[in-house]
């Protein structure tokens, strides 16, 4: 595809269309790859459109070079979002309208984010189920490491008395990009602030051991870091008792490197599931590590 098509970098005004169109065509995503005895996939609701928008600017702000939009006849019909971290490269959003897939829009989207992070030692993102998908990945030399998720409702007779831990401020950044480092092999720096700006923040701080979660509002943890595992798991099961009872939690993106983060869930009474890829170049799963979707 030549005629009409354009890939430029994105700007500010393209966010609400990135939005609409990352949220149609993962959802398509969801409904083509989601096993039966799972939920039926629903539209990105507004208020997650929103959040959506709010962590795409961020990135857009900090990374200009890595975002790009693909316009066919003036219409965004694809996009991209990467960042560079230290000497970490991370796709954050990839996503081509249903109409155009192949086609070789995601091909020419894909290669400039690359181009992006050419220098970078290593390369991280979370990728679905989407088998087209995978195989661009792979063949841009990506390791496939399968993710694994825990959700149900918290049996509340199995939460432990949890002491270590406390509730974080933007004054843990400090501590957080440590932690980062040892666990990822590169800080988030400035993503703390998108992340801060969303979720409630929970942080262990010990003589031998640190870590953090950010938990979303139902008390589900969307990322876990932390240099032992017991600091990791003490993490999320605080994350759990914030929950309503009989309200639904999740612990997604769980890699095998993460058996820590299966037990938990099981002890807690979560069903588990496979779901997606951990795409990585030039490093292992990280752990104790559960990665946020975008942020990673």
Not at 8 to 31: F, H, I, N, Q, W
Not at 54 to 76: F, I, N
Not at 273 to 293: D, E, I, N, Q
Request: charged share 20%.
């Amino acid at each position: 595809m030549t005629g009409g098509l354009v890939v430029r970098p994105a700007r500010e005004s393209d966010l609400s269309a990135m939005a609409a169109l990352t949220g149609l065509a993962y959802t398509e995503v969801d409904r083509r790859t989601f096993q039966r005895d799972w939920a039926d996939p629903r539209p990105r609701s507004p208020e997650r459109d929103a959040a959506w928008v709010r962590r795409s600017a961020h990135t857009l702000s900090t990374d200009p070079d890595g975002c790009w939009v693909a316009e066919l006849d003036g219409v965004v019909v694809g996009c991209v979002l990467s960042r560079i971290r230290e000497l970490m490269w991370i796709l954050s959003s990839f996503a081509v309208a249903p109409e155009v897939q192949g086609r070789g829009v995601g091909t020419q989207l894909l290669a400039a984010a690359l181009s992006y992070g050419r220098g970078c030692l290593r390369g991280m993102f979370s990728a679905s189920a989407d088998p087209a998908a995978v195989r661009r990945y792979r063949l841009a030399g990506f390791a496939l490491h399968p993710q694994m998720f825990a959700t149900g409702t918290v049996d509340r007779d199995a939460l432990p008395l949890v002491e270590r831990v406390r509730e974080g401020s933007a004054g843990d950044t400090d501590l957080m990009n440590s932690v980062d480092r040892q666990t990822r092999g590169a800080a988030h720096l400035s993503d703390h602030e998108a992340l801060l700006a969303q979720f409630r923040l929970l942080v262990s701080e010990t003589s031998s051991s640190q870590g953090y979660a950010y938990v979303d509002d139902n008390g589900s943890p969307v990322l876990v870091a932390a240099t032992t595992r017991r600091t990791a798991s003490d993490l999320v099961w605080e994350a759990f008792a914030s929950s309503a009872p009989g309200s639904t939690v999740s612990l997604r993106h769980i890699t095998a490197a993460n058996q820590w983060a299966i037990d938990v869930g099981l002890a807690a009474r979560l069903s588990v599931h496979t779901s997606g890829y951990l795409c990585l170049r030039g490093m292992k799963p990280p752990a104790p590590y559960v990665h946020h979707g975008s942020m990673l």
